[in-house]
């Protein structure tokens, strides 16, 4: 379907696997396997964080966040390629691919804000413990985690707002799996100068400050942590933040591996490493929610206890 302007666009074709049907139904099942594991263990945080009592710390209450963030991220997308995998003709309307963008755009966003702020609050926990109280109440670390939010959720409508407001005048076929923004920037018959500036300063803002910050925390929280005289203490105070340094590494390592790779000039290598970034892109839309609550089960030993107590209270009580 071809299109004259923005105003007659009534949906959009996703291309996903449809070059590889083969392949659709093995992503299916792997994809889905993976999105209940995601269900399952961030649902389990998110309940073991709010019920037990030992878990309401600072600390805990960003988990939660990530938690029910990454449900939500990859709820925004993932249903919608599962659909496709199982769809001859993988179609979106405009309006419900301006809703995907946007809550898979806020989501990223608000991630990369709440990891600096889970940085913060381990570095005022190990360099300043004595203050960690007073500096780290409810009364700031509840309206930092709002910040957060209202902060990617703005970013969020400032970028997708541009994007909808582009004439699309040409081919309707997006070649991803989800209404990726840069994919559908692709299919804009207008100059998109000011949407490529507008996202570089975000992710300036959003993806830069936050891993300068983080790095910069995590310089002074091994300082201080090689200060401690006995191995014992150095352990104990590193176990309290290498679940959030695993995730961290994790999250911004896969960004790094997708937008950095060096790209293919011939044009059969250049199909080839179309599929492979959207695979690439896909993978990295579960395995980060797949992988945060692994981490901090087994990473945690209060997390491990409330889980534990959760199942045990549940088992007694039926």
């Not at 939660?64 to 993988?90: A, E, H, M, Q, W």
Request: aromatic share 10%; proline share 5%.
């Amino acid at each position: 379907m071809e299109v004259a302007n923005q105003s007659t666009v009534a949906e959009f074709v996703l291309l996903g696997l449809s070059h590889q049907p083969r392949l659709e139904k093995t992503f299916f099942v792997l994809i889905l396997l993976m999105y209940l594991v995601i269900l399952l263990g961030n649902g389990v945080l998110i309940l073991v964080t709010v019920s037990d009592p030992r878990l309401h710390t600072p600390m805990y209450f960003f988990l939660g966040n990530l938690s029910f963030l990454d449900i939500c991220y990859t709820t925004s997308s993932i249903p919608l390629v599962l659909d496709g995998f199982l769809t001859p003709r993988k179609t979106i309307s405009f309006s419900g691919c301006a809703v995907q963008m946007f809550l898979s755009f806020a989501m990223g966003a608000t991630e990369c804000v709440l990891l600096g702020m889970m940085a913060f609050d381990r570095y005022v926990a190990i360099c300043n413990p004595l203050r960690h109280p007073v500096i780290m109440s409810k009364a700031a670390y509840v309206p930092m985690a709002a910040s957060s939010w209202v902060a990617g959720g703005a970013n969020s409508l400032v970028q997708i707002s541009l994007a909808v407001q582009l004439p699309f005048c040409g081919d309707n076929v997006i070649n991803h799996f989800t209404c990726e923004i840069l994919a559908v920037l692709k299919l804009a018959c207008a100059d998109i100068s000011i949407n490529v500036i507008s996202m570089g300063v975000a992710n300036v803002i959003f993806l830069g400050v936050p891993v300068l910050f983080i790095f910069v925390s995590y310089i002074f929280i091994l300082t201080t942590i090689l200060k401690i005289p006995s191995a014992e203490g150095r352990k104990k105070a590193f176990s309290t933040c290498s679940a959030h340094l695993t995730v961290v590494v994790i999250f911004y390592g896969t960004i790094l591996f997708m937008y950095a790779k060096p790209k293919s000039k011939d044009p059969l290598g250049a199909d080839k490493q179309d599929l492979s970034d959207k695979l690439i892109s896909l993978f990295y839309g579960v395995l980060t929610p797949m992988l945060n609550p692994i981490i901090y089960s087994l990473r945690n030993k209060d997390v491990k206890v409330a889980v534990k107590n959760l199942v045990s209270q549940k088992y007694f009580t039926q």
